[in-house]
C-alpha cells in the first residue's frame, strides 16, 4: 500500500459562501468580527463573501479602521520585536514560499504597519485567537480574497 503526502496548502479551504450580511458598510469593505473569527468582503447590499480567519490571542486584538496598504504574493517575513521577544530563536528574515514563513501564500499589510491579512503555513489555526493581532486565512481565501480587493480597501476591525 502507498500513501500519499498532501500539502495542506493545495487541499481546499473550508468553502467561502456568501451570506445575508447587515452593517451598513459600503460594496468592497471588508470587515472582520474578531468575536466570530470570521472575515467579511461586502459584495452588495445585505450581502458580504463570509471566510473562517485567525485572529489576535487574548491581549493581541484591536479593533478600528484601517486599508489595505501593500499586496505581496509569497512575501517574506521579518519578525516584528515583540515576537522576536518572545521566540529568540527565529531569523531575522524567513524567505517566501518557506514552509516555516507564516505569511502563507500572500499577504495585505494594512496602514499603521503592524498588521496583515495574509495566508498561514499553520492551516489548523484557523478559528481560533492564535495571533500577535493579524488576520490568518488559509492560503485558498487569501489568495481568493486577494484577487478581489486592491491597496486602498477599506478594512474594518470589530470584536
Given at each position: 500500500?502507498?500513501?500519499?503526502?498532501?500539502?495542506?496548502?493545495?487541499?481546499?479551504?473550508?468553502?467561502?459562501?456568501?451570506?445575508?450580511?447587515?452593517?451598513?458598510?459600503?460594496?468592497?469593505?471588508?470587515?472582520?468580527?474578531?468575536?466570530?473569527?470570521?472575515?467579511?468582503?461586502?459584495?452588495?447590499?445585505?450581502?458580504?463573501i463570509s471566510y473562517p480567519v485567525g485572529v489576535g490571542r487574548a491581549g493581541q486584538q484591536w479593533a478600528g479602521t484601517a486599508s489595505i496598504s501593500g499586496k505581496y504574493i509569497r512575501p517574506a517575513w521579518s519578525p516584528p520585536a515583540d515576537i522576536k521577544r518572545a521566540n529568540p530563536k527565529l531569523p531575522n528574515v524567513i524567505e517566501g514560499g518557506s514552509p516555516r514563513n507564516?505569511?502563507?501564500a500572500a499577504a495585505m499589510t494594512l496602514t499603521g504597519g503592524e498588521y496583515a491579512i495574509h495566508g498561514t503555513n499553520q492551516p489548523?489555526?484557523?478559528?481560533?485567537?492564535?495571533?500577535?493581532?493579524?488576520?490568518?486565512?488559509?492560503?485558498?481565501?487569501?489568495?481568493d480574497l486577494y484577487a478581489r480587493v486592491n491597496v486602498g480597501t477599506q478594512v474594518v476591525v470589530t470584536r
Open positions: 500500500m502507498v500513501l500519499a503526502a498532501v500539502d495542506s496548502a493545495q487541499r481546499p479551504a473550508q468553502a467561502q459562501s456568501t451570506v445575508a450580511f447587515s452593517g451598513g458598510y459600503p460594496v468592497g469593505t471588508i470587515v472582520i468580527r474578531t468575536h466570530e473569527r470570521r472575515l467579511y468582503y461586502v459584495v452588495g447590499q445585505d450581502r458580504a507564516p505569511m502563507g489548523g489555526s484557523i478559528g481560533g485567537f492564535v495571533s500577535y493581532g493579524c488576520i490568518r486565512m488559509h492560503n485558498r481565501d487569501v489568495l
